[in-house]
T-cell receptor
Framework: GQSLEQPSEVTAVEGAIVQINCTYQ??????LSWYQQHDGGAPTFLSY????GLEETGRFSSFLSRSDSYGYLLLQELQMKDSASYFC?????????FGSGTRLQVQP | DGGITQSPKYLFRKEGQNVTLSCEQN?????MYWYRQDPGQGLRLIYY???????QKGDIAEGYSVSREKKESFPLTVTSAQKNPTAFYLC??????????????FGPGTRLTVT
């Protein structure tokens, strides 16, 4: 099976940078994905890392270290609309296993 | 416009009744998934299907059933055997089963309340 741990809540101010960490334990791991979910909405895909290193997509970047079973999502130039929950998800042999989510609150 | 539709958005049922949640996609995706989300929690996998006429149990399949008779459709039945069915149910699809980091596309969800 797989389990993922991420902080439950993070608060930051507009324009700042925030990092959301995710550690995973898995028996069969192919990669780590990140999803964003606004309150009452559906999750939307942000990024995927199969290899070690940093993937950058606009203001968002995601990092993976397979040897440390660790990844993070980096959000830069925070905007109010970034207030949402962020989930890491480990891709295993069957399907994705999601973490419990990190609620990001961006303050003015 | 391609996407995933789920209906209805809100559903109310009495305890002891079975209820079927609809999920349709026109993305031509092979793989489809059902997740359950409880308040403040992550998504837990109920069932998934990688191909028509085949499906697999996820982590919390007890009390649920599915069918996959068509590529486009993957309905979920919440049976009376499910002890705590009130939750937010999300359907998703992806372009290819198995590994590869394929993005999962989610429907808008159905919020089920059982009293």
């Amino acid at each position: 099976g797989q389990s993922l741990e991420q902080p439950s809540e993070v608060t930051a101010v507009e324009g700042a940078i925030v990092q959301i960490n995710c550690t995973y334990q898995t028996s069969g791991f192919y990669g780590l994905s990140w999803y964003q979910q606004h309150d009452g909405g559906a999750p939307t895909f942000l990024s995927y890392n199969a290899l070690d290193g940093l993937e950058e997509t606009g203001r968002f970047s995601s990092f993976l270290s397979r040897s440390d079973s660790y990844g993070y999502l980096l959000l830069q130039e925070l905007q109010m609309k970034d207030s949402a929950s962020y989930f890491c998800a480990a891709e295993g042999r069957r399907a994705l296993t999601f973490g419990s989510g990190t609620r990001l609150q961006v303050q003015p | 416009d391609g996407g995933i539709t789920q209906s209805p958005k809100y559903l109310f049922r009495k305890e002891g009744q079975n209820v079927t949640l609809s999920c349709e996609q026109n993305l031509n995706h092979d793989a489809m998934y059902w997740y359950r989300q409880d308040p403040g929690q992550g998504l837990r996998l109920i069932y998934y299907s990688q191909i028509v006429n085949d499906f697999q149990k996820g982590d919390i399949a007890e009390g649920y059933s599915v069918s996959r008779e068509k590529k486009e459709s993957f309905p979920l039945t919440v049976t009376s055997a499910q002890k705590n069915p009130t939750a937010f149910y999300l359907c998703a699809s992806s372009g290819s089963p198995g590994v590869g980091g394929y993005e999962q596309y989610f429907g808008p969800g159905t919020r089920l309340t059982v009293t």
